[in-house]
């Protein structure tokens, strides 16, 4: 398994607050991707990115922004939270353009 | 057509079964394709890639007809620790950059 760790965990926090979550890989994977996961529509893409500095608007990207500073830390963000983006987020990491692995999750509540 | 659609179960089986799931995708642009296994509340995790001439890993089978654009997981010899939810997964293809379609997932639970 890649090295992939995601911080927090677990957040509560209120509607209109901005919420970053973190990335952190140890595996130096070129490509870095942010899903999230709902019940009934399974993974899906939020962003991602090919490289330092170039990142891309995945499915779901409205709401989101992202940041890719070095290799191993992508960061995701949420401008203004809304009771829309309670979710699971799992980052993922893959040294190809295809294999992925997942880090553990951050579990996002917003009231 | 939905681009990655399973059958979202639940299968309930007992150990010792044979169980197969299907997977059928949209896109034949697509190259690549996986079954990934999801825990309840853990991350998803890579069970094997899917090729052309079939391939196995133990009790676990997979089949791609390209034609048809299905896929398929066979479990033989079912286990306990084999329940969990069983995600089929295609690329997007035409130079991507890696991107995955993830189907909503089959859930699995094996019985004593």
């Known amino acids: 398994d890649a090295g992939i760790t995601q911080s927090p965990r677990h957040k509560v926090t209120e509607t209109g607050t901005p919420v970053t979550l973190r990335c952190h890989q140890t595996?130096?994977?070129?490509?870095m991707y942010w899903y999230r996961q709902d019940p009934g529509h399974g993974l899906r893409l939020i962003h991602y990115?090919?490289?330092?500095?170039?990142?891309d608007k995945g499915e779901v990207s409205d709401g989101y922004s992202v940041s890719r500073s070095k290799t191993e830390d992508f960061l995701l963000t949420l401008e203004s939270a809304t009771s829309s983006q309670t979710s699971v987020y799992f980052c993922?990491?893959?040294?190809?353009?295809?294999?992925?692995?997942f880090g553990p999750g951050t579990r996002l509540t917003v009231l | 057509r939905k681009e990655v659609e399973q059958d979202p179960g639940p299968f309930n089986v007992p150990e010792g079964a044979t169980v197969a799931f299907n997977c059928t995708y949209s896109?034949?642009?697509?190259?690549?394709f996986f079954w990934y296994r999801q825990d309840c509340r853990k991350e998803p995790k890579l069970l094997m890639s899917?090729?052309?001439s079939g391939n196995e890993d133990g009790r676990f089978t997979a089949q791609l007809n390209r034609a048809s654009q299905y896929i398929s997981l066979l479990i033989r010899d079912s286990k306990l620790s084999d329940s969990a939810t069983y995600l089929c997964?295609?690329?997007?293809?035409?130079?991507?950059?890696?991107?995955?379609?993830f189907g909503k997932g089959t859930k699995l639970s094996v019985k004593p």
């Open positions: 899917v090729y052309s």
């Open positions: 595996e130096n994977h070129r490509y």
């Open positions: 896109n034949s642009a697509s190259q690549s």
């Open positions: 997964v295609v690329n997007k293809g035409g130079g991507s950059q890696g991107n995955l379609i």
């Open positions: 990115s090919y490289g330092v500095k170039d990142t």
């Open positions: 993922a990491t893959g040294g190809s353009t295809d294999t992925q692995y």
